[in-house]
C-alpha cells in the first residue's frame, strides 16, 4: 500500500497552504505553519488516517497552530506586511473593475482578530457548515455565528462608501 | 449572497492566491522526514550562549598572554580538573535565558557542550528558561537554573556565564565581521532579517538578526540552531587569527555582556581552549508531550544524564559534528 500520508500531502498541500494563506495574511507564516503541522501528522499519521475526516483535523491542527502563535503582536505585524507586499509587488493586474475595493477588503480583513478571521475564511473560502467551524475552532455553533456576525459587522462599519460597482 | 460577501469571498481567494508554491514545502517534508522519524532529536547545536562563552573564554586568554611571561604558564599549568559551565544567551528583556548550554572545558582541552531546549518542562506549568525570573532572576536565578539543569542530566556545572543579546551585535563587529553562508535568500520581519544567499560578512545588527531569525525558514527553530552553530564556528575561526592587539580591546565589551559568577576563573578556562580544542555539541534527546500540550518539550532525565555522560565522556558516536542542517559547504538555511 503506497504511503497514506504522502497520497495525503499530495491530495491537500495546495489547499492547506492556501487556507493557511487566506488566514495568516502572510504566505511565509503559512508556510512555516503548515509545513511544522503536516511534520507533526506525519509522525502520528496512523491515528490521524483512522479518524472520519483527517483533512478537517489536520485543518483543524493548523488553526490552532496560528491561533496559538505566541506573538500576539502577530496580527499588527502581519497587515502592515502585507500592505507592504502589495506595495512591492501589486497583485497581477485583475481587468475587474472593483479591483481596489477587493484589495482595500484584503486590507481590512487582515485587520481582523485572528479568530474572526479564520472563521470568515472557513466560510467564504472552504465553504464550511458552522458545524465543521465549530469543530475546527473547538467552539460552539453559537460562538461561530457570533464570530462572523461580528467580523461581518466590523467588515460594513469600516466599508460604509463602498458598493461594488455594477 | 450581497454585494459585501461577495467581496470578502474575492478579497479572501485572492489572499490565498498569494500562497507558496507547494513544492517548496514538499522538498521541506521530504527533508525532514529522516531527522524526524527518531523521537529522540539528537541535533547538533550550538546555542548563542556557546558563541558568547568561547569568545569569553578565547579572548582573556590573549590578554593573558600579554601579561603573563609564557615561562610562567608552563611551570604552573591549569589545576588537573574538568571544568563545567551553564552558559546562558539571554533574550532582550535579560529576564529568560533563550539558549542554555552546559559545557565542559577538558583538561586536555576539549570543549563538550550539551544544549537544553529553552522549552523544557522542569515542572507541569514550567519551562527551563522562566526558572531564571521565578527565582528572582540575577544570581539566586542562574543557580535555580543551574539545578534544574543538574536535575535534568545528572551534571552540576560548577560555574554560569550569562551573555546578553546585544553582546553579538557589538562582538561581530569589533572583530570586524564574521563569515557566514546562507541556502537561500531569507526575510524575517520580526528579527529584521533580510539576507542573501551564499557566502557573506554579518557583523553588527544584521549578526544579532542572523542569530535570531526563526520564522520564515524551512525548519525553523532547527534552522536558527543549525545557524549557532555555523556562527560559532567562524566566529572561533576568526577570534583565532587575531591579532592580540585587537583582540585585547574586546575585553571591556566582554565586561559589559558577559556576567559571570564571581568564582569562575576564565583566565584558566581561555588557557584550556589555547590548545587549539576539539568542540562537540549536541543537543540532549528531547521529544513533544504526548497530552495536547503545546510549548513544551520533554527531556527524560534517564536518557538526558546517559547522553550527557557520554557525550562528555568523549565516546565515540557521540554527535557533535558537524551539525545537522549545515550542508557539506557550510551553509544554513
Given at each position: 500500500m503506497p504511503d497514506g500520508f504522502d497520497q495525503f500531502v499530495t491530495d491537500r498541500l495546495d489547499r492547506l497552504?492556501?487556507?493557511?494563506?487566506?488566514?495568516?495574511?502572510?504566505?511565509?507564516?503559512?508556510?512555516?505553519?503548515?509545513?511544522?503541522?503536516?511534520?507533526?501528522a506525519q509522525r502520528r499519521?496512523?491515528?490521524?488516517?483512522?479518524?472520519?475526516?483527517?483533512?478537517?483535523?489536520?485543518?483543524?491542527?493548523?488553526?490552532?497552530?496560528?491561533?496559538?502563535?505566541?506573538?500576539?503582536?502577530?496580527?499588527?505585524?502581519?497587515?502592515?506586511?502585507?500592505?507592504?507586499?502589495?506595495?512591492?509587488?501589486?497583485?497581477?493586474?485583475?481587468?475587474?473593475?472593483?479591483?481596489?475595493?477587493?484589495?482595500?477588503?484584503?486590507?481590512?480583513?487582515?485587520?481582523?482578530?485572528?479568530?474572526?478571521?479564520?472563521?470568515?475564511?472557513?466560510?467564504?473560502?472552504?465553504?464550511?457548515?458552522?458545524?465543521?467551524?465549530?469543530?475546527?475552532?473547538?467552539?460552539?455553533?453559537?460562538?461561530?455565528?457570533?464570530?462572523?456576525?461580528?467580523?461581518?459587522?466590523?467588515?460594513?462599519?469600516?466599508?460604509?462608501?463602498?458598493e461594488v460597482q455594477r | 449572497m450581497t454585494n459585501d460577501e461577495l467581496l470578502i469571498r474575492q478579497a479572501i481567494a485572492t489572499e490565498a492566491e498569494q500562497a507558496v508554491d507547494p513544492g517548496v514545502v514538499l522538498a521541506t517534508l521530504r527533508r525532514g522526514r529522516k531527522p524526524r522519524r527518531t523521537r529522540t532529536m539528537v541535533v547538533a547545536v550550538a546555542g548563542l550562549a556557546v558563541a558568547a562563552g568561547i569568545v569569553a573564554v578565547v579572548v582573556p586568554l590573549t590578554a593573558a598572554r600579554e601579561q603573563a611571561p609564557p615561562a610562567a604558564q608552563e611551570v604552573a599549568p591549569s589545576p588537573a580538573a574538568d571544568q563545567t559551565i551553564l552558559l546562558m544567551g539571554m533574550d532582550a528583556s535579560d529576564e529568560r535565558p533563550d539558549s542554555l548550554v552546559l559545557a565542559r572545558f577538558g583538561v586536555d582541552g576539549s570543549f563538550r557542550a550539551v544544549s537544553l531546549p529553552r522549552d523544557s518542562r522542569v515542572s507541569s506549568d514550567l519551562r527551563l528558561n522562566a526558572v531564571?525570573?521565578?527565582?528572582?532572576?540575577?544570581?539566586?536565578?542562574?543557580?535555580?537554573?543551574?539545578?534544574?539543569?543538574?536535575?535534568?542530566?545528572?551534571?552540576?556545572?560548577?560555574?554560569?556565564?550569562?551573555?546578553?543579546?546585544?553582546?553579538?551585535?557589538?562582538?561581530?563587529?569589533?572583530?570586524?565581521?564574521?563569515?557566514?553562508?546562507?541556502?537561500?535568500?531569507?526575510?524575517?520581519?520580526?528579527a529584521k532579517a533580510d539576507f542573501?544567499?551564499?557566502?557573506?560578512?554579518?557583523s553588527g545588527e544584521q549578526a544579532l538578526a542572523f542569530l535570531r531569525q526563526r520564522h520564515h525558514l524551512p525548519m525553523g527553530d532547527l534552522d536558527r540552531i543549525a545557524r549557532h552553530q555555523a556562527f560559532l564556528r567562524a566566529l572561533i575561526g576568526k577570534v583565532s587569527t587575531e591579532d592580540a592587539t585587537r583582540l585585547a580591546t574586546l575585553a571591556p565589551l566582554l565586561r559589559q555582556h558577559v556576567r559571570t559568577?564571581?568564582?569562575?576563573?576564565?583566565?584558566?578556562?581561555?588557557?584550556?581552549?589555547?590548545?587549539?580544542?576539539?568542540?562537540?555539541?549536541?543537543?540532549?534527546?528531547?521529544?513533544?508531550?504526548?497530552?495536547?500540550?503545546?510549548?513544551?518539550?520533554?527531556?527524560?532525565?534517564?536518557?538526558?544524564?546517559?547522553?550527557?555522560?557520554?557525550?562528555?565522556?568523549?565516546?565515540?558516536?557521540?554527535?557533535?559534528?558537524?551539525?545537522?542542517?549545515?550542508?557539506?559547504?557550510?551553509?544554513?538555511n
Open positions: 497552504l492556501r487556507y493557511a494563506t487566506a488566514m495568516t495574511c502572510d504566505r511565509y507564516l503559512a508556510q512555516d505553519i503548515v509545513q511544522e503541522v503536516l511534520l507533526r499519521w496512523a491515528r490521524i488516517a483512522a479518524m472520519d475526516a483527517p483533512y478537517l483535523y489536520v485543518k483543524r491542527m493548523v488553526t490552532n497552530e496560528y491561533l496559538s502563535w505566541r506573538h500576539r503582536k502577530a496580527a499588527r505585524d502581519i497587515s502592515s506586511s502585507t500592505r507592504t507586499l502589495d506595495r512591492l509587488t501589486p497583485p497581477v493586474a485583475d481587468p475587474a473593475v472593483h479591483h481596489a475595493e477587493r484589495d482595500a477588503m484584503r486590507g481590512r480583513i487582515a485587520m481582523l482578530p485572528r479568530k474572526q478571521r479564520a472563521a470568515l475564511v472557513m466560510r467564504y473560502y472552504e465553504d464550511c457548515t458552522d458545524a465543521e467551524i465549530a469543530t475546527v475552532l473547538n467552539c460552539t455553533e453559537g460562538t461561530v455565528r457570533s464570530h462572523i456576525s461580528l467580523a461581518l459587522k466590523a467588515l460594513r462599519a469600516d466599508n460604509r462608501v463602498m | 531564571f525570573s521565578t527565582n528572582g532572576g540575577g544570581d539566586a536565578g542562574a543557580q535555580a537554573t543551574v539545578t534544574e539543569v543538574e536535575k535534568l542530566t545528572g551534571v552540576r556545572a560548577q560555574h554560569y556565564a550569562m551573555v546578553d543579546m546585544a553582546g553579538f551585535a557589538a562582538l561581530s563587529s569589533a572583530v570586524g565581521g564574521v563569515e557566514v553562508c546562507l541556502k537561500a535568500p531569507t526575510k524575517d520581519p520580526y542573501k544567499a551564499g557566502k557573506q560578512v554579518v559568577d564571581p568564582g569562575l576563573d576564565l583566565i584558566d578556562i581561555a588557557r584550556r581552549l589555547a590548545k587549539r580544542p576539539s568542540v562537540a555539541i549536541a543537543t540532549v534527546p528531547w521529544s513533544e508531550p504526548t497530552g495536547g500540550t503545546t510549548g513544551f518539550v520533554i527531556v527524560d532525565p534517564a536518557a538526558a544524564r546517559q547522553f550527557t555522560a557520554d557525550l562528555f565522556a568523549g565516546k565515540p558516536g557521540t554527535p557533535g559534528e558537524p551539525a545537522n542542517g549545515a550542508g557539506g559547504d557550510g551553509c544554513v
